[in-house]
């Protein structure tokens, strides 16, 4: 069965900090792989996607993601963090249903 | 607004009542899901449609729960006789037919059932 597992609940950084949230998946098939993010009073949104080809990809507000096919994993990463990047961030994978990971909270002070 | 929508946003309804959600996909996607959400939890798949044929449920989706597109546009969430255990947030989402493009999520409906 297809199941999404994030490392981490809740990620406390400081501006201007460097931001790696894990996600790995379990699932043998071919794979769609999504981060998504959720600002406080928000929906969720799309923040990047990846379905074949380079296996970095880049998303919205300088977020970006690796996909390492022998790991099982699609970790994000950012640079340096902002205040407003104080959100919760899931993972998901996508076959005909998508299977989300439970969230890691971010907050940045 | 070209996005989600979803209606009502909140619902509170005392145990053993029928309640009933709307969503609104965005027009020119014909597949539509259904999650539900609690606290703490990312969103659990329960149904999903494309056009007006559902063709994939949760086993999280009991017997009390049912969801419709009949005209395959507007999608309705019927959850019958209610618990304590159905409170969460309902969120719908909808996406092209390339899976590939991701989902759009509305706000979701949050029930709390007494």
């Known amino acids: 069965a297809q199941s999404v597992s994030q490392h981490n609940h809740h990620v406390i950084l400081s501006e201007a900090a460097s931001l790696e949230l894990g996600c790995n998946y379990s699932?043998?098939?071919?794979?769609?792989l999504f981060w998504y993010v959720q600002y406080p009073g928000q929906h969720l949104q799309l923040l990047l996607k990846?379905?074949?080809?380079?296996?970095l990809v880049k998303g919205i507000k300088g977020f970006e993601a690796e996909f390492i096919k022998s790991k099982f994993s699609f970790n994000l990463r950012k640079p340096s963090v902002q205040w407003s990047d104080t959100a919760e961030y899931f993972c998901?994978?996508?076959?005909?249903?998508?299977?989300f990971g439970a969230g890691t909270r971010l907050t940045v002070k | 607004d070209t996005g989600v929508s979803q209606d009502p946003r909140h619902k509170i309804t005392k145990r053993g009542q029928n309640v009933t959600f709307r969503c609104d996909p965005i027009?020119?996607?014909?597949?539509l899901y259904w999650y539900r959400q609690t606290l703490g939890q990312g969103p659990e798949f329960l149904t999903y449609?494309?056009?007006?044929?559902?063709?994939?449920k949760s086993r999280l989706l009991s017997d009390r729960f049912s969801a419709e597109r009949p005209k395959g546009s507007f999608s309705t969430l019927e959850i019958q006789r209610t618990e304590q255990g159905d409170s969460a947030m309902y969120l719908c989402?909808?996406?092209?037919?390339?899976?590939?493009?991701?989902?759009?999520f509305g706000p979701g409906t949050r029930l709390t059932v007494t």
């Open positions: 989402a909808s996406s092209p037919q390339d899976r590939t493009q991701g989902q759009y």
């Open positions: 027009s020119e996607h014909n597949r």
């Open positions: 998901a994978v996508n076959n005909n249903d998508m299977r």
């Open positions: 699932y043998g098939g071919t794979v769609n």
């Open positions: 449609f494309q056009n007006e044929a559902q063709l994939e």
């Open positions: 990846y379905f074949s080809g380079d296996p």
